[in-house]
Structure formats: structure tokens, C-alpha cells
């Protein structure tokens, strides 16, 4: 059974920096791309990045939100993916989840989420 464990939520101030981390379990890691998303209250889920499984190559959503700001990278040994947030602003307040989608099955599991609260 697939799981996904976020870490690394918190209060922090506005031009502050937090490194999301997405553990994974229960299968062969390098099969899945991984994407983080998250949703704000009363707003719906958006995409924030991903990662592929095969070669690690990386996709970002609204670049105006998070352009040059956040980084997505993956480390295979670890069976983890890490999300860098720098210079966060309070619109990123937002519960961020992690979700692993099995390559040619398109089978997705989701994380429970981390909440990240960005103060002004």
C-alpha cells in the first residue's frame, strides 16, 4: 500500500523560507512522478509543482505564484520529495499535499498534508 507522509509545515513570516519534504512507501519510488499541491481556505486544490519518476525532470504551475521562488527536487535514495520555499508570502498560506501518480496506471495517492502559514 502506497503512503505519503508531508513534513515540515509551519508559522512563518512573510519573506521567510520552509523545505516541504514528502516521504514515500509501499512501492518502487522511481516508478512514480510526485506533485505537490495545495489548497487554501475556501479555494480549490491548485497544483504547485512536480517531479518525474524516470528522469527527475520538473513541471511548475502558475509561474506568476511561485516562479523563482520554489524548487522541487527528489532524492531516490531517500525515497523523498522536497519542495524549497523561499521568499514566502502570505498567499501561500495554504495546506500543501503531496500526491504520487504511478507512471502508465495514472493510479494517484494523496499525503494528509502540512500546513504552512505565512504571516504578514
Known amino acids: 500500500q502506497v503512503q505519503l507522509v508531508e513534513s515540515g509545515g509551519r508559522l512563518v513570516q512573510a519573506g521567510g523560507s520552509l523545505k516541504l519534504a514528502c516521504v514515500f512507501s509501499?512501492?518502487?519510488?522511481?516508478?512514480?512522478?510526485v506533485g505537490w499541491f495545495r489548497q487554501a481556505p475556501e479555494r480549490e486544490r491548485e497544483f504547485v509543482a512536480a517531479i518525474s519518476g524516470s528522469d527527475g525532470t520538473t513541471y511548475y504551475g502558475d509561474s506568476d505564484a511561485v516562479k523563482g521562488r520554489f524548487t522541487l527536487s527528489r532524492d531516490n535514495a531517500k525515497n523523498t520529495v522536497y519542495l524549497q520555499m523561499n521568499g514566502l508570502k502570505p498567499e501561500d498560506t495554504a495546506v500543501y499535499y503531496c500526491?504520487?501518480?504511478?507512471?502508465?496506471?495514472?493510479?494517484?495517492?494523496w499525503g494528509q498534508g502540512t500546513q504552512v502559514t505565512v504571516s504578514s
Open positions: 509501499g512501492d518502487t519510488f522511481t516508478n512514480y512522478g
Open positions: 500526491k504520487a501518480r504511478r507512471d502508465f496506471s495514472g493510479d494517484d495517492y
